[in-house]
């Protein structure tokens, strides 16, 4: 074998090897995001920061993409469609409340059983935080 046509078949091995691990990977264009340990902590964070009180009763955490938050919260807030998000509900006490650690309204803070977080997948930023009296449906069922 010839140097051209050994150095053709060390990089066409290279080539289908590389095909080969390519296919069996599922490597494809969809973006990178953050492990769900990660996030779950940066979702409990917000949720405390917010008025979680104690330990959640029960969580239950869910990707998906902001197009499909969209259709229940009907906000777009902004961010593109095909964004793949993190959505975390948690059932326990809440005793609403902003930054400051009072009321948004400068009064009484009102209280809930439930917080839902919604975290940009790839960043671990949120988008959205926010409590539904009882009765309302939550974006996803918990115990």
């Known amino acids: 074998m010839n140097p051209f046509q050994k150095f053709v078949s060390n990089h066409l091995v290279f080539l289908l090897t590389l095909g080969v691990t390519l296919a069996l990977t599922g490597c494809n264009s969809q973006r990178g995001t953050l492990d769900d340990a990660t996030l779950e902590a940066n979702a409990l964070a917000e949720a405390i920061n917010h008025g979680l009180v104690g330990d959640p009763l029960a969580t239950k955490s869910v990707r998906m993409s902001f197009d499909e938050w969209a259709k229940f919260s009907g906000d777009d807030a902004g961010e593109t ?63």
């Open 81 to 143: 469609p095909d964004l793949p998000i993190f959505v975390f509900v948690i059932r326990g006490e809440v005793v609403w409340k902003g930054p400051s650690g009072k009321a948004w309204w400068g009064g009484e803070a009102e209280r809930f059983d439930n917080i839902t977080v919604v975290l940009n997948a790839e960043t671990g930023k949120s988008i959205y935080v926010g409590s539904l009296r009882a009765g309302v449906p939550l974006p996803v069922e918990i115990p």
